[in-house]
């Protein structure tokens, strides 16, 4: 199940003229009954709302006063998540006669009052926030509103706000429907909140909602992926320029080719986009490969093997990734100890839907085609799942009959996918791409139609970024990969051992020298074949094929080379490389 909970709006959208009716009511219960949670987040005050609202028990929680004040309706308990509203600033607006409601930590008017309200926030220097809600006019301290108020209840909860479909109608919901995976307005929502929703409903107010509610236990809104592109991860780019992204949710992926081919590159990078959009990964990483992810907590070591509880401690915070380091377990005992894991990680993604994603590289080691326990301990869809191997008929069948895309890393895809479809005891693809260049992967998405696969130039990783950017220009390259500034007569012999170094020639030998390397095509060739940057190659493609000077040639080519790279403090001090072995 991807959404484990329904965040609703009260007035406007579950309630009309401040009632909720009993049909709403039948659909609030049957989306109890799935299991989900039920979250509801007004401007309202608790007070008010207690007084307006005939039961307040289906909730799990309760999010009052824009964001300001959480409640618990279990335990009637409340936690008070922002500042009381400065004494001072109240007085001056009763002085003033405007009509003011002061909650625990809101202050509610109407318009016209706002421009009073104003005038009063800036006479007394305070850092405070108005907020409209169609006729209503809040004023809370800043960074406080339903989005902040939400996120607190789902932290209570253990949930994260990927798992949360929201609902509302008005201005004041514009930040917790951003917020949630899947955002909904009713169909008497205001016009601009409709522009921004995902889904807008056919049912005004309460029908709305339960319209919502029926979609969601029917297919847990799978007929919506497409109006979610908002959320899908970048995998990279068509030769036609064109982006290539995946769905964050129910896509298995398995990442296959040859030692060497990249394998590592694509999958870190697919993790560094799913970290930054907020979604919560697990890697299983038999081999030490994934010591250095960022924004992660690595779990053993080659001398200290990871407890699995400690993995679940650390997944329970929604925020927080974790890789498991299988290294001080034998290789025959890691299918066992994975065994145990396994059905632990399930049990938290069955109730908090995290975490999202769950990536298992050595795919072979923890899966092997010998495991027969797979079809018991593997759930019915192996969902949200990443897979790297070398061979994939090392794999068992029972987990490769989960995948539905495959990138084929190397110079042989067609070896890989065929090998792969061998395994499972299906056709391959009838059209494979020709040999992918460097940084590409072929990606056979499989659909019904039996798509062909199509190659994709894989956005890097940002430490691989990193590490390719220290290396290639801080670093000392061999004297067989580095260049030389011969001039046409080759009376020359200046060797640029790495491309600050080219810099710093480049700026110093004669025109004649640096035009020849310039009109053969040397300088494209060196940072395209040897520094392996295919985009900063394509630049300087450009000015060697433009009819420059010595002097703007060289510029532009500095400026392409600056704006990819960092140059270190010393990058430029004086001196040249020594000369090339003889």
Known sequence: ???????????????????????????????????????????????????TCPTLEPFDRIVVENGALLYNPAKREQRLLAPAPPEDFVRALRRRKVPVSVGRSIVASWRPHET?????????????QVIFNKDAVMVLPPGVNKASGL?????????????????????????????????????????????RADIVTRGDHGRGVVELIDELLADDL??????????????????????????????????????????????????????????QFCVIDPEGDYQNLEESIVLGDPRRVPGVEEVMQLLRQSRQNVVVNLLDIPLADRPLFFASLLPRLQELRAHSGRPHWLIFDEAHHLFPTAWQSAPDALPGQLLSALLITVHPKMVSPAVLSHINTVLAVGDRPADTLGEFAAALGVAPPRRVPEPPKKGEVAAWFRTADDSSPCLVA?????????????????????????????????????????????LELAAGVDDGTWLHHLRQGDYTRWFGEVIGDTTLAEEVAFV?????????????????VERRYTAPVNALAPGIGPPAPS
């Open 1 to 51: 199940m991807r959404y484990l909970a329904l965040a609703t709006d009260y007035d406007g959208t579950l309630a009309a003229d401040g009632k909720v009716s009993a049909e709403t009511w039948d659909g609030v219960k049957r989306l109890r009954d799935s299991g989900r949670k039920l979250l509801l987040v007004t401007g309202r005050e608790l007070d008010d709302l207690q007084s």
């Open 116 to 128: 009073a309200i104003l005038q009063e926030i800036r006479d007394l220097g305070l850092e405070l």
């Open 151 to 195: 996120k607190a209840a789902l932290a209570e909860l253990g949930l994260s706000e990927h798992s949360v479909v929201g609902i509302g109608d008005a201005e004041n919901d514009h930040a917790f429907l951003a917020l949630c995976e899947c955002s909904a307005v009713v169909a008497n929502a205001l016009p601009k909140l409709k522009e």
């Open 222 to 279: 799978g007929g919506r992926e497409d109006r979610l592109g908002r959320h899908h991860i970048l995998l990279g780019m068509r030769p036609d320029g064109g982006e290539v992204r995946v769905p964050p949710y129910g896509r298995t992926i398995l990442v296959a080719g040859p030692s060497g081919s990249g394998k590592s590159t694509v999958t870190t990078g697919l993790m560094e986009r799913l970290a930054e959009a907020g979604y």
């Open 458 to 502: 894989v956005e890097p990783a940002r430490t691989e970024r990193r590490r390719h950017s220290r290396k290639y220009a801080e670093g000392v390259l061999v004297p067989e990969r580095s260049f030389y500034f011969r001039g046409p007569d080759r009376k020359l012999n200046l060797r640029a051992h790495n491309l600050w170094m080219f």
């Open 544 to 560: 060697e094929n433009a009819d420059l000077s010595a002097a703007e040639s060289r510029h532009r080519i500095r400026a392409a």
